[in-house]
């Protein structure tokens, strides 16, 4: 992991906190399955709890990870368990030198040659990762819970650190029913701030990938913890859906 140099404090001490490579375990681990507890840090790690709670107070010193609301589910008494997201500056310490490189490189083809050209390179992009992609998922088949699981395994190997879970009711038919596909991490965050045009060629991708129209929920271009992609899962002619992923 190549941590960028900046003046920025928070990213500075960053760089020091990552120097453990468990310490940089856990962040990743938040990377990729945020909001998340303490507990199921440790568990999914293999760590004790104390030694999660210390790389958790560092991180936190650091500016890295922040507190985030639970999820209201049914506890016990007692305050609910605090669950932890990456901050925007430890999602800068995740990031390299080379995601900043790439949008002064950006700005300079906007200011060259337009808008339109920046739409056309990120077109250009995605198309080479969804070729890469096209032959994984057709493997998979026609069911769209199938091809979501290709999908967030193809994405994770290229630094996405995606993952899956089924929404709503499938059972009762219902529209808001599917599948949530998440990427806890992108390679070109930095830039997709300032050119929303890389998440629209992302989306259009994965909407031809699994054959049914996704919407975009939330990105961590625009200060969500997590990229957030609703996946319809389509009704069969006999009234029954196809499989949730996961």
Known sequence: MNIPASPEAPVVAGSAVLESSTRERVLQAISERGPITAATLADDLGLTAPAVRRHLENLADAGLITEREPAATVRGRGRPARSYVVSDAGHQALESDYDHLSTEALRFLAAEAGEDAVRRFAESRVASLEQRYAAELADAGDDTGARVDALVGALSRDGFAASARPVGDAASGSPLAGIQLCQGHCPVQHAAREFPAFCDAETDAFSRLLGVH?????????????CTTFVPTPTKPDGATERSSR
């Open 214 to 226: 996704v919407q975009r929920l939330a990105t961590l271009a625009h200060g969500d913890h997590v």
